[in-house]
């Protein structure tokens, strides 16, 4: 039987997989689906591992999960608005459950869960700085699957998958603030020479112009760069 690995050296594999991943910068939904396969092969006993990404309300924003299982059993909680997830998510705190069957807490989504094949839940908080950004869960098909040990890996791993999908979230939010910034500057572009067109055309200047490109906009329903851009293609043409 192969031992198992130090927790330090467990950890350390886990994490080289996960800082790959942030070094090609992919996107959210990638790195989620690469924590949660870890999570499953590196807590034993595991049956799948879920990801519940959410807002300051509480709100999912992003999923993830490793099993059909487990996604239902995420789904449950949401649905019934009680579960280990969101009180993780709700204290910042591991949550350990040895046995639905007998678990007093959240009785509605124990009772489902339990439905469903599932004993033992372990869920930790994904926290980075000071914003919970959701949590980190863990399922078993059999009673008592998970120990304190577990919970400190588990602990750890939320931890580092944190810093992760924040680092892609800030890639992710600076790409689109470029993004948008290039369309503004091309919008910009766009309506300066439409504007140097009406003031070519009418004998105008720049502030008429452009009230002039505003009235087009509203009588045509249209926006002031669409407009502005129907209006240079319809002169370069003129031009050819």
């Given amino acids: 039987m192969t031992q198992p690995l130090p927790l330090a050296d467990e950890l350390a594999v886990v994490f080289a997989r996960m800082s790959g991943l942030l070094l090609s ?8 689906r690469l924590v949660t396969s870890l999570a499953a092969d590196t807590i034993p006993g595991t049956v799948g591992a879920g990801i519940s990404l959410m807002d300051q309300h509480g ?9 059909a299982v487990v996604e239902r059993a995420d789904d449950l ?23 639905l069957a007998t678990e007093s807490r959240w009785p509605r989504w124990c009772r489902a869960a339990a439905a469903l094949g599932l004993h033992s839940v ?21 009673p008592g699957a998970y120990d304190p040990r577990s919970e400190h ?6 931890a580092q998958a944190a810093v992760l999908v924040a680092n892609v979230q800030s890639y992710e939010n600076a790409r689109r603030l470029t993004d948008d910034l290039k369309d ?29 490109l505003i009235g087009m906009s509203q009588r045509e329903r249209k926006s002031v760069r669409d407009v502005a851009q129907s209006l ?6 003129r031009r050819r």
Wanted: aromatic share 6%; proline share 2%.
């Fill in 25 to 32: 910068q992919e996107t959210v939904g990638s790195a989620l």
């Fill in 59 to 67: 709100r999912r924003t992003t999923t993830a999960a490793s099993d």
């Fill in 77 to 99: 909680q949401y649905e019934l608005g009680e579960g280990p997830c969101l009180q993780t998510w709700a204290d910042r705190a591991t949550c350990r459950v040895d046995e």
């Fill in 122 to 142: 372990l869920s930790a908080p994904m926290v980075a700085g000071d914003v919970a950004l959701g949590a980190i869960k863990v399922y078993s098909f059999h």
């Fill in 153 to 158: 890996l588990l602990a750890m791993f939320g």
């Fill in 184 to 212: 503004a500057l091309r919008s910009r572009d766009t309506i300066s020479v439409a504007m140097g067109i009406v003031m070519a055309r009418d004998g105008i200047d720049e502030d008429a112009a452009f009230a002039t």
């Fill in 232 to 237: 240079a293609r319809g002169t370069a043409r």
